[in-house]
């Protein structure tokens, strides 16, 4: 079975910096093209930040030059470095690796790939 779960989601204040980590198991993760994404209170499912099998990077305009992801296929993990946090990156963070052919409109969506149940993570001002 498909499982994901994600750790490291913590209350800090703007400026700060958080480390999240994804442990993966039940698939071949060496071959995943993994990602995070975040859904904000009232705000819909957003895609940050993505690295394919062989560890090509994207990121959302929102995050780049404060986030990086990276992945150790050793260990089947993948991470998400933040720094500069900011209120508006208050969510919660989901590890994901998700069907390129389905829209995703919600975070967790059903059959739209394997989902953790996510970390929060909170900025304050």
């Known amino acids: 079975v498909e499982n994901l779960e994600e750790t490291g989601g913590d209350s800090v204040q703007a400026g700060g910096s958080l480390r999240l980590s994804c442990a993966a198991s039940?698939?071949?993760?060496?071959?995943?093209?993994m990602s995070w994404w975040r859904q904000a209170p009232g705000k819909a499912c957003e895609s940050v930040s993505e690295i394919s099998e062989s560890g090509d990077t994207s990121y959302a305009d929102s995050v780049k030059g404060r986030f990086t992801i990276s992945r150790d296929n050793t260990k089947n993990m993948v991470y998400l470095q933040m720094n500069g946090l900011q209120p508006e990156d208050t969510g919660v963070y989901y590890c994901a690796v998700v069907y390129g052919w389905v829209p995703i409109r919600a975070c967790g969506q059903p059959n739209s790939g394997y989902w953790g149940r996510g970390t929060q993570v909170t900025v304050s001002s």
């Open positions: 039940g698939f071949d993760f060496a071959v995943a093209v």
